[in-house]
């Protein structure tokens, strides 16, 4: 049975909404001295022993060919070891997060925004982010798309997908097992960059992991507004399941990361959507843990509810109408 991931957290998503003698003997081999009998008289064969066996052949009479030298064994040449694994550059990832890794400002009825993170997952410009940024009360949420470093606006998108139980789950664990939200960018056009999804490989404890975020809760209202920038970071992973995933951050451990992104350093692609942050309060920031939800998981999700994998559903969406 495979172990699950233990998880104290709380959710990340809105800055204003915080919720392991043997001693050595030494055998002295004591050596028994067997008393040797004396020597026998040598002892005369019979003659007709001796007519029965001939005197030994003369040196003539023993020459035998020379013996064959034994083939030598054919050497098996093993092929190369394959080469090993090269990071992408992380100036090439980061570049690419500046206009794929979008940040949320979405309203809410008081007055305030939930700041959250996300990341473009279609060339059609679908986002992925979390359900904890939906604000229940909001049902047809509208929030402000911003992209780059510092973040400035590329357009709006409207939610298009949330797990049908989410809402009225109570449990915050069995909430983590469903915390994803889909949306569409309201500008229709088929380019826009985008990060493609790692559904086959796996994660494995100790790996290093990239993270980019728009992480806000060090921030004054102000900087996030006008001068919010992109956090690109490692995180090392110490504990993962099928669903799941936990990891040793550093700065990108806080509020306003939900939604945030885990990237594979050898290929590019996402590796897990960040929900939380652990929830001990006396811990610094850099002595959080992270936790993510992992595509395996997200697409377990849509499969549920939708009985198509991720990217088919995808393209069964129909555009939203703003």
Known sequence: MKRAVLITFIFV???FLFSTQSSHEEIIEQ???EEIPPPQPATSLPAAAEENNPPPPTEEQEELPSPT??????????PPPPPPKKPIAQSQLYTKG?????NFLCPNSDNTYTVATGAIIDAHGYIISNAHIVNKNNSQPLCTIRAGSPAVPIGKAKLVFIPRDYQSTLDEQAKAYLDISLWKLEESHNDWPHWDINFDSRVNENDEILTQ???????????????LGLLFSTAIVSEKD??????????????GSSGGILIDPYTGKLYGIIFGISADPKQSVSERLLYAITPS????????????QFGEYLATL???AY
């Open 242 to 255: 099928e669903a799941l995933i936990s990891a040793h951050a550093t700065i990108s451990a806080q509020h």
């Open 297 to 308: 998981r997200i697409n377990a999700i849509i499969w549920q509810e939708t009985k198509k």
């Open 13 to 15: 998503g809105s800055l």
């Open 31 to 33: 050596k028994l001295i």
């Open 213 to 227: 975020s728009y992480p806000a809760e060090l921030l004054s209202s102000e900087i996030i507004f006008k001068n």
């Open 98 to 102: 500046l206009s794929a890794t979008v």
């Open 318 to 320: 129909p555009e939203p």
């Open 69 to 78: 030298p034994p083939s030598p064994t054919p050497v098996t040449e093993l």
